[in-house]
């Protein structure tokens, strides 16, 4: 049994799956039927770039793209074209990306025995995609990726990586980060590797792999054609400029050049939404907190509080970090709580009784929204491993809420 399902099962924990905040039930109902609410929705829309061409034809967010392959119902119709072209640019070069660079230049064979959707393994048997450019504003030292993942997608079969050695030399200001970064210096010197034992050309059989540094997108280039499908990326090379000690930011160098594809998938940062009654910095893309206690506004006043309303993850802080970053963050927060608690910030049950889950349970029953159970969610679990176990696969993905209800009530 893993965390996850020692947490749910366990008799003070309630498990209310189907329910979305804000139409089956309102942040202030909640408030007002629970004590402490803590909200952990992170981060579910994305950055835009704002540059012209964002919206042609052929140019998807990552999350949608991963969505798509990981067969979550609201991605399961994204249908990106992968057989027009043998050529896709992912701008960013974080886990994210990475993922995604490793799932379009996987051999079928192998992602069949995954758990990939199966509508997503049927389009990338079908794919023509050859090249995947990653590319970042920075340089290697500071590629976001963790080394894991990095590993995972540099050891592909029959892959050629490509890295330009120019783009390797590191100034002193990058020394000073790898010296005091493991794993920046760790990612570094996996690329370096991997540079170092490339063939000087892929042989015709080979996919290949480009990461490229130095370069912002400046503008999507059309095809042309009338078609509105994108050919291209208009890129701006920069360079890195020291703007406080240790921090380097890009900037762009007046220089240009065109990187010709028929795909283009942008990883370049998840953004969280707010939601009726919740102070939300919209600058930042966070829920204005301190140390997870939710503030009335932006202001800063560290003593205009929400009181009972907490946040961590992604809406905290925003979206970065791994899954360690998190596990901090969370226990600050419920630290928080607790001293709240203990202070008397917070009423007790006894001086102030409110309905809980059961007002909870009642409320969403009123509405006629359908409550999955933890119970519940294990016949989803099971149904799906029995799927997978009659295609030799960990399991198959159900993808549509109608097929996840029906298992769910089998």
């Not at 799956?17 to 089956?24: D, Y």
């Not at 009335?296 to 360690?324: F, M, N, Q």
């Not at 607790?338 to 102030?352: F, R």
Request: proline share 4%; charged share 25%; with cysteine.
């Amino acid at each position: 049994m893993n965390q996850f399902s020692k947490v749910a099962q366990h008799e003070r924990c309630s498990f209310f799956g189907n329910i979305t905040l804000g139409s089956s039930v309102s942040l202030s109902e909640l408030r007002e039927l629970y004590h402490v609410v803590v909200l952990a929705y992170g981060a579910e829309s994305d950055r835009a770039l704002g540059i012209p061409g964002e919206y042609l034809s052929g140019i998807h967010s990552a999350r949608e793209f991963v969505w798509w392959y990981n067969g979550h119902p609201d991605g399961k119709n994204l249908s990106p074209d992968l057989k027009s072209t043998d050529t896709a640019v992912i701008l960013g070069q974080g886990n994210v990306a990475l993922d995604v660079a490793r799932i379009l230049l996987q051999s079928t064979s192998v992602l069949a025995t995954t758990d990939i959707a199966s509508h997503a393994l049927e389009a990338l048997e079908q794919s023509s995609i050859r090249k995947v450019y990653l590319v970042g504003r920075r340089g290697p030292a500071q590629a976001a990726c963790t080394a894991k993942e990095l590993r995972e997608v540099l050891g592909i079969k029959d892959l050629c990586i490509h890295i330009n050695e120019v783009d390797l030399r590191i100034s002193p200001e990058d020394e000073e980060v790898l010296k005091n970064n493991r794993i920046h210096r760790r990612v570094y010197e996996l690329l370096s590797k991997a540079a170092a034992s490339a063939p000087s050309r892929p042989s015709s059989s080979q996919r290949e792999l480009h990461f490229v540094f130095f370069r912002k997108p400046d503008r999507f280039l059309d095809s042309g054609e009338g078609s509105g499908c994108v050919a291209g990326v208009h890129f701006e090379k920069t360079m890195l400029k020291a703007v406080a000690p240790g921090k380097q930011i890009a900037v762009g160098t007046g220089l240009y050049e065109d990187l010709d594809c028929g795909l283009v998938l942008k990883s370049i940062g998840y953004k969280s939404v707010p939601v009726d009654g919740l102070p939300f910095d919209h600058e930042k893309g966070v829920v204005p907190n301190i140390k997870g206690r939710v503030l009335t506004d932006t202001s800063g006043d560290h003593t205009l509080l929400e009181k009972g309303l907490y946040v961590c993850g992604w809406l905290k802080r925003g979206p970065t970090g791994i899954i360690a970053t998190n596990l901090y963050c969370a226990e600050e927060t419920v630290a928080s709580i607790s001293e709240d608690v203990h202070q008397g910030e917070i009423a007790s049950a006894s001086t102030l009784p409110k309905p809980g889950r059961q007002g909870l349970l009642q409320l969403l029953d009123n509405r006629g929204v359908r409550v999955v159970p933890f119970s519940a969610w294990e016949k989803i679990d099971s149904e799906e491993r029995r799927l997978g176990n009659l295609r030799r696969k960990p399991r198959e993905k159900l993808t549509t809420y109608e097929d996840l209800l029906k298992a769910a009530t089998e």
